[in-house]
């Protein structure tokens, strides 16, 4: 299980902004990692 997984599996909000008003999933999609992106967009991300 992945670290996304792992954190999703325990209720972890993938709404959640960091101080820069940053979401996981801009973060993972300015990055590069569409695994990650599918993976935040099924659990409901914005």
Known sequence: MTTVETLLHNNADP????AEGRTPL???????HRE???????AGAR
Do not use: C, I, T, Y
Not at 15 to 18: E, M
Not at 36 to 42: E, G, I
């Open 15 to 18: 709404n959640v902004r960091d």
């Open 36 to 42: 990650v992106v599918d993976r935040l967009r099924a």
């Open 26 to 32: 801009a973060l993972a999609d300015a990055a590069g």
